[in-house]
C-alpha cells in the first residue's frame, strides 16, 4: 500500500536535489538579475511612449524590452544568457512546489499550500515563457506579442463560449493585477528577500522601491485584465494587446504623459528591486 507514496517520496527528492543545486542556483540568480534589467528596459520604453515617440509604435511590454536587447552590441550573446537564465529560474522557482507540496497531504495544511503551490507554479511559467521568448530571438526569429495575443482573441471569441472564456481570462489578468498591487502596498513582496543576509541599512530602500514598483505594475495588469474583458463585451480585439495596450492607453487619457512617465518610473523600481532580490533572494515564501 504505501509503495506507490514511497515512489512519489523517492522521485521528489531526487528532483529537489537537481532545484537545490549550488549551480542552479547561481544560474537562477542570473535569471533575477536578467528579470530586473527587462522591467528597468520596459520603464524605459513606457517613458519613451510618454514622451518621444507616438503610442502604439514600441512595444513597452517583455517583448519590446528582448527586441531591445536584441537590437545592442551583443545582443544575441545577452538574449541567450538571458534566455538560460531564466529558464533557470523557472526550474529553481518550480523546486517551491517540490519543497512544500507534502502539504497536500495534510488535512489542516492543504489549503494553503494548494494556494502555495499554485502561486509557486505561475511564477515558474512566467519565467519559462520569458526564457523561451528570449531565446525565439537568439535565434534571429520574429514575434510581436501584442499581434499574437490580439489573434488568439479573436479566434477565442469565434468558438462557442469563446466571449465568456476571454472574460475569464481577463478577470483572471485583473485578479493578479490587483494581487499585485495589494502585495506592493501590504509590503508582502519583502518575503522573497532574505532580510538575513541583507544589510539593515537597506532593509527599508528595498522596500519602498519594491512597493512603488509592485503598485505600478499591479495598476498595468489590472488595466490588461479590464482591457481584454472590454475586447470580450465590444468583440473588438484592437483592445487585446496585453501589457503593451495598457501602457498605450495610459498614454491616451488626459494628463497621461505624466501618469505613464509614473507607472514607467514604477517598472523601473521594480526592476531595481529584482535585481535587490537577485542578490539576496529567499527561498522561503512561507515564511
Excluded at 106 to 112: E, G, I, N, Q, T
Aim: glycine residues 12%; hydrophobic residues 50%; negative net charge.
Amino acid at each position: 500500500m504505501n509503495v506507490v507514496p514511497q515512489r512519489v517520496h523517492d522521485a521528489v527528492a531526487r528532483a529537489r536535489e537537481v532545484t537545490d543545486h549550488p549551480v542552479l542556483t547561481h544560474l537562477a540568480r542570473v535569471g533575477l538579475v536578467a528579470y530586473g534589467v527587462l522591467h528597468v528596459l520596459i520603464g524605459w520604453l513606457a517613458f519613451r511612449i510618454a514622451w518621444f515617440v507616438q503610442p502604439s509604435t514600441e512595444d513597452a511590454d517583455q517583448t519590446g524590452a528582448l527586441q531591445t536587447v536584441g537590437s545592442s552590441p551583443g545582443g544575441r550573446v545577452l538574449l541567450w544568457v538571458i534566455g538560460l537564465g531564466m529558464l533557470a529560474l523557472a526550474l529553481w522557482q518550480g523546486g517551491e512546489v517540490l519543497r512544500w507540496w507534502t502539504g497536500l497531504l495534510r488535512p489542516d495544511h492543504r489549503l494553503r499550500t494548494a494556494v502555495l503551490c499554485a502561486k509557486c507554479g505561475a511564477k515558474a511559467v512566467v519565467y519559462a515563457v520569458l526564457g523561451v521568448t528570449a531565446l525565439f530571438f537568439a535565434v534571429g526569429a520574429e514575434y510581436d506579442a501584442a499581434a499574437r495575443f490580439r489573434d488568439l482573441t479573436d479566434e477565442a471569441l469565434e468558438i462557442p463560449g469563446g466571449s465568456a472564456l476571454v472574460v475569464a481570462v481577463g478577470l483572471g489578468v485583473a485578479a493578479v493585477g490587483v494581487y499585485v498591487l495589494v502585495r506592493g502596498v501590504t509590503g508582502g513582496f519583502m518575503k522573497d528577500v532574505d532580510l538575513d543576509a541583507a544589510p539593515d541599512r537597506w532593509e527599508p530602500l528595498i522596500e519602498r522601491v519594491g512597493s512603488v514598483g509592485y503598485v505600478a505594475k499591479g495598476i498595468a495588469f489590472s488595466l490588461s485584465g479590464g482591457l481584454l474583458v472590454y475586447a470580450a463585451a465590444t468583440q473588438d480585439v484592437s483592445t487585446a494587446t496585453g501589457l503593451d495596450g495598457a501602457m498605450n492607453v495610459i498614454a491616451d487619457v488626459p494628463t497621461g504623459q505624466w501618469l505613464l512617465t509614473a507607472v514607467a518610473a514604477g517598472f523601473a523600481l521594480f526592476g531595481v528591486y529584482a535585481l535587490a532580490r537577485a542578490r539576496y533572494p529567499d527561498r522561503d515564501p512561507a515564511t
